[in-house]
């Protein structure tokens, strides 16, 4: 009999003990790079929705091995960052120990789904072998700048040269530095002053920003980590802190970043999606000086519609802009006090999101508009945020929503500038319509006024056209432990300096004590002994981000042993980059964004022969897990708390009872996944067990009621079936609806596993978890085993025939293999699972057990069941030749099988079927004709009616009309 557990862990120690997909970087063969997004090992462990894009990726790699190419397919692990950390502080297990036991069980979770991972590669970026890596790359990005003139990245002593030769008002850089100043400047500048310019500049670089603080968790969160003022996370009070922070100046590669595109195979909503991030538009640069204060004193905006101008009546800063604090008035002060802490407790999201309630404070100061000459009230408000542009805006109520809502809600002038009459359909922002009430530019077209008033800003000296980003500078600074360290000195003056080269890694020095401090600083800062290593200098105690790892190591795989490099130029140039990319698009923007920056780095230095780093990309869609409630009453009756059953509950809320809907833990659940699932009494008794203040409730259903450990029936019943509300969510703990894939593995084999995943649905889409259809999965793995076996029976005889194939068996198979090759390509793998399905229907039914069928119909099953595929080539004989099917060669279809040599016609009568009639495939239409109206079948229906035509639809159908 089929034995899946027993065969698989056989294979399983065979490819192991033999480096069957040990790859190496000396290979004459075509190569091909698939890899999986970096997974994060946390204590969790895999759930059924984990392997999804492993085994997708797993299956085009072995395919692609088989079609002869040298494939790289490695894993790895993304083992720093905040979640191992704040595991380790409510644990008390050190994050090192509590990373290394995650690993390991992951390991062994991908290990019992047979993938064909090269774990000669493994990495881990809690290595120091590995983050020594990490640290010389940031090196090179803060010893570079972005040099505009040869459009990438230089270095940053060419930029000192000069500006020790002419200071720096011909550097075109890329850059926050808002000063010119000489070479004779430049040469009295404190060491301190040169490294605060030369951040200015340093596409790794230090400064101070707002961030969100979070004082129990000791580190700077991300906006998408903060909801209502609180951490995602525990639920913990976030503030906006001033904080020295190191960031990545992503920005001087935006324009790179867009253009780009052309060249990758990504979905076009995957290239939206970064594009819109990114935020390219054009527009122009325009200062307001501010009334009664000093001219270097200006407000700069930049604005995609100039043409507007003349409709600004009031200009809104920042709250955090560092020119509120100069212009606010003594009379205005407690009031923006005021407003600024509670602007303080708010998210960027929330910031950016509310539109219903307007809030904001007058500064008592005054911007003069230089074109229309009139005074404009500035304002501070939460809706503009400091990194977003130049943290200022000129607000046009007239042609903005939010503008408009701000200057309703505070009684601001509100001008018209475009009469939109002749474009019905315009919305507010739609760049179309007349210019009105705006002196020169009246009369003109929006395209043209947009123009116009660029020329006159430049011609008057107060603004430039400029092209502006959205995309902002990536933070890079985390207070915490668990992180790389910083290859970073400070001096007594606070200058920062690299660390040299020859003394990387930086090691992460070992901490009894790595909670957050509540000053802000790094756990790292108690290592005194370490902080103070090199006399004279102080280290950096900052740690890098979690992506900072995750930005370069398909690199690594390429060469992971390498101690000289992060990766030779020899392996580099052979694999060059990643040929196949599978993950999901919860990192579409981040991971991707941060991965394509480094690597454009790299290339401007030559490091790299490529300037993007995954060629194709492929968005797996989320296994999603049926979420099974009970039905609460939310009031008590008589002091009792009741539970109902879905059918009764929904009938009762109609008539305005509420219940309260309670998630259960899918394992008590009868039919979990089905239609009308249930609790019977044993699952009412294990939920009580699990929550034991419900020992006293009621549980009330059609067939009657259980209480206090009895059942009263309604009728003849012995048995509760109490309904669950199903829904389709998350699989989530949360939810108590995670699946184990070591569970599914153990029932039904990791073959039947891997094939049901993908026959679920096409890889691209979500879809829920239902384990109705792994029955038939299995079904079809033992009626595959049983092509080879005589009669299935206990004692596994196996059975191959030696005779020729005939026609109809290599029919069947040739179609199989040109299904499987044309859909695997295209990524349809549910639709291959279905083509094995129908192949191996067809053969049982002919009882085939040819071994000229059955030996390339193993070798296309390999890549979807490697097990169970490669037990059967063993008994085929391969023992001598090529021993693993892994190692042989894919399948091709013989088209000339393929070709119909006859085809069997439905023969209708005014349109109903009354036939059947087979045809040589190239009968002229003549001789269906004749034959069909010659047919006995088909003459007591024409016998003494007019047959008025023949259609006869060649290799479809013949219809005879008669009246």
């Known amino acids: 009999m089929y034995n899946p557990r027993e065969i698989e862990k056989k294979w399983r120690n065979y490819w192991e003990d033999n480096k069957i997909y040990k790859v190496s970087n000396d290979s004459d063969l075509p190569k091909y790079y698939v890899l999986d997004m970096f997974p994060y090992p946390s204590g969790a462990g895999l759930h059924v929705g984990h392997p999804l894009g492993y085994i997708a990726s797993d299956i085009f790699a072995r395919y692609k091995r088989l079609k002869g190419f040298n494939v790289l397919h490695p894993m790895g692990y993304d083992a720093f960052g905040l979640p191992a950390e704040q595991y380790a502080i409510q644990t008390g297990i050190h994050p090192a120990e509590a990373t290394r036991i995650n690993i390991q069980r992951y390991r062994e979770q991908l290990d019992n789904i047979g993938f064909s991972f090269d774990w000669d590669r493994e990495v881990r970026t809690s290595s120091p072998k590995y983050y020594k890596w990490t640290q010389w790359i940031f090196l090179q990005i803060f010893k570079h700048y972005y040099c505009k003139n040869t459009d990438k990245a230089q270095p940053i002593s060419d930029l000192i040269a000069q500006f020790e030769k002419e200071g720096n008002i011909n550097v075109n850089a890329s ?15 404190t060491p301190k002053q040169k490294d605060e310019i030369l951040m200015n500049y340093r596409l790794g670089y230090q400064k101070v920003g707002y961030v969100n603080w979070c004082e129990a968790l000791g580190t700077v969160l991300a906006n998408d980590e903060v909801k209502d003022g609180v951490s995602e996370r525990g639920g913990h009070p976030v503030e906006k802190r001033a904080m020295m922070q190191w960031s990545l100046r992503i920005t001087a590669y935006a324009e790179r970043l867009i253009n780009d595109f052309d060249d990758l195979e990504w979905s076009d909503s995957l290239k939206t999606m970064q594009k819109n991030w990114i935020g390219r538009s054009e527009g122009a640069q325009v200062f307001f000086n501010i009334e009664g204060t000093e001219e270097e004193n200006q407000i700069e905006v930049f604005t995609t519609r100039p043409d507007t101008i003349f409709g600004a009546t009031f200009m809104v800063l920042a709250p955090e802009h560092p020119l509120v604090e100069k212009l606010t008035t003594v009379q205005q002060k407690q009031s923006v006090e005021d407003y600024k802490k509670y602007v303080n407790s708010r998210s960027e999201r929330e910031r950016m999101s509310e539109v219903k309630e307007v809030t904001g404070a007058f500064t008592g100061a005054y911007a003069f508009n230089p074109i229309t000459g009139k005074n404009l009230p500035i304002w501070i408000s939460e809706y503009v945020l400091l990194d977003y542009g130049t943290g200022a805006i000129m607000a046009v109520p007239s042609d903005d929503d939010r503008d408009q809502a701000f200057a309703k809600k505070f009684d601001l002038e509100i001008i018209d500038v475009v009469d939109k009459s002749k474009y019905p359909n315009a919305s507010l922002h739609d760049k179309l319509g007349v210019m009105i009430n705006s002196g020169f530019l009246n009369g003109m077209e929006v395209p043209e006024a947009i123009t116009a008033a660029i020329a006159k800003i430049e011609e008057m000296g107060i603004g430039a056209g400029k092209i502006n980003y959205k995309l902002r500078d990536a933070n890079f600074s985390r207070q915490r432990y668990w992180g790389e360290p910083y290859p970073i000195l400070f001096d007594k003056d606070g200058v920062a ?37 090199k006399p004279g200098f102080t280290r950096e105690t900052d740690t890098m981000p979690g ?22 130029p020899k392996a580099l140039e052979y694999w060059k980059e990643v040929d196949l990319y599978v993950g999901g698009t919860e990192h579409a923007v981040g991971h991707l964004m941060y991965s394509r920056f480094w690597h454009k780095f790299l290339f401007d230095k030559g490091m790299v022969p490529t300037k993007e780093p995954f060629k194709k990309l492929v968005n797996q869609g989320m296994i999603q897990g049926v979420i099974e409630y009970v039905y609460l009453k939310k009031e008590k009756q008589n002091g009792i708390t009741q539970f109902y059953c879905s059918k009764i509950a929904d009938a009762q809320m109609k008539e305005g009872v509420e219940f309260a809907k309670i998630p259960i833990h899918v394992d008590f659940v009868k039919d979990y996944g089905v239609p ?8 009412i008794k294990q939920f009580i067990d699990w929550r034991p203040e419900y020992a006293d409730a009621e549980f009330v259903c059609g067939m009657g009621k259980y209480a206090k450990g009895s059942f009263t029936p309604n009728g003849d019943t012995t048995d509760s079936q109490l309904i669950t509300k199903s829904e389709v969510g998350k699989m989530s703990k949360r939810y108590f609806n995670v699946v184990n894939p070591d569970d599914v593995v153990e029932k039904y084999g990791s073959d ?9 649905g096409p ?5 829920p978890w239902d384990t109705k259809g792994i029955d038939g999965v299995s079904k079809f793995l033992r009626k595959f085993w049983s092509l080879f076996h005589e009669n299935n029976t206990d004692e596994n005889i196996f059975s191959i025939s030696e005779e020729p194939a005939t026609k109809d068996e290599m029919k069947i198979l040739h179609t199989a293999i040109k299904k499987v090759n044309d859909d695997i390509e295209r990524f349809s793998f549910n639709t291959c699972v279905s083509g094995f399905m129908v192949a191996t229907n067809d053969l049982k039914k002919i009882k085939c057990n040819k071994k000229e069928v059955l030996t390339p119909l193993v070798q296309l099953l390999a890549p979807f069941a490697p097990h169970v595929t490669e037990e059967l080539w063993n008994k085929l004989g391969h023992q001598e030749e090529v021993i693993s099917v892994h190692k042989s060669t894919y399948p091709q279809a013989d088209e000339s099988y393929l070709v119909e040599d006859s ?5 209708s009568i005014n349109g109903k079927k009354r036939a059947e009639a087979t045809f040589p495939a190239d009968a002229s239409k003549e001789d269906i004709e004749v034959t069909a109206l010659a047919m006995e079948a088909i003459q007591k229906y024409t016998e003494g009616k007019t047959v008025r035509k023949v259609i006869v639809v060649p290799k479809r159908m013949v219809n005879i009309v008669v009246g």
């Open 752 to 760: 039947c596993f891997r094939m049901y995943e993908m026959f679920l």
């Open 676 to 683: 009308n699932s249930y609790l019977n009494i044993d699952s």
């Open 903 to 907: 085809i069997t016609y439905p023969i």
């Open 763 to 767: 890889i691209e889409q979500g879809k």
């Open 497 to 533: 300096h690299a660390v040299p080269e020859d003394e990387l890694p930086v090691e992460l020095p070992i901490l009894d004590d790595f909670k957050p401090t509540a000053s802000g600083k790094s756990p790292l800062a108690r290592a005194t002994d370490w902080v103070n290593e």
């Open 547 to 568: 992506y900072a790892g995750s930005s370069w190591y398909f690199l690594r795989y390429m060469d992971a042993e390498n101690n000289n490099a992060f990766a030779g």
């Open 175 to 189: 850059t926050t530095q808002d000063t010119i100043f000489s070479a004779a400047e430049w040469a009295t500048m």
